[in-house]
């Protein structure tokens, strides 16, 4: 795991188009999978019946697109540390794609690239594109533009 330490969030400024990470590897379980299930009211089969997932198009269950999604919060403080912040703020997403699906049991990393910073609301808006892939993969599982404000 690699994270980029920022000193402040001023600092942000000049980091335009910084590489960040790779991030520690994370496993994705039936559990976890169940478990957003059960939060979200998502209970299609591809998500959460291996018995039947195993005869259909992927050969296993598979996370679901805004579980993956979310997994990219739990990333983003492994890529970028902020120091010197009072509060960091999710201001939401600007694009976010699925490229390819992610099978039950997979190891996942992320990378990121710092896109945009420009002074907001008080402090520093960063537009991050964090790529979530799965081990062995062709292609990521998830790109998405997540857009965080780091207040001084």
């Known amino acids: 795991m690699t ?3 920022v000193a402040h969030p001023r600092d942000l400024m000049t980091m335009t188009g910084t590489q960040l990470g790779p991030s520690a590897v994370l496993q994705v379980t039936q559990e976890r999978i169940d478990q957003f299930a059960d939060a979200t009211g998502d ?3 591809i998500h959460v019946d291996p018995v039947k997932a195993a005869a259909g198009p992927f050969g296993k269950t598979i996370a679901h697109g805004y579980l993956t ?3 990219a919060n739990c990333f983003l403080p492994e890529l970028i540390a902020v120091q010197n912040v009072s509060m960091g703020v999710n201001y939401g997403t600007e694009k976010i ?5 992610l099978p039950v049991d997979s190891h996942i990393a992320a990378t ?3 896109l945009t910073v420009v002074e907001a609301k008080g402090g520093y808006m960063a537009t991050i594109r964090i790529t979530i892939t799965a081990e062995g993969a ?6 998405v533009d997540t857009i965080s404000i780091f207040y001084a």
């Open 43 to 45: 209970h299609q089969w």
């Open 112 to 114: 990121g690239e710092i």
């Open 138 to 143: 062709d292609r990521p599982a998830c790109i």
């Open 3 to 5: 994270t980029t330490t």
């Open 97 to 101: 794609r699925f490229p390819a699906p």
């Open 69 to 71: 999604l979310s997994l």
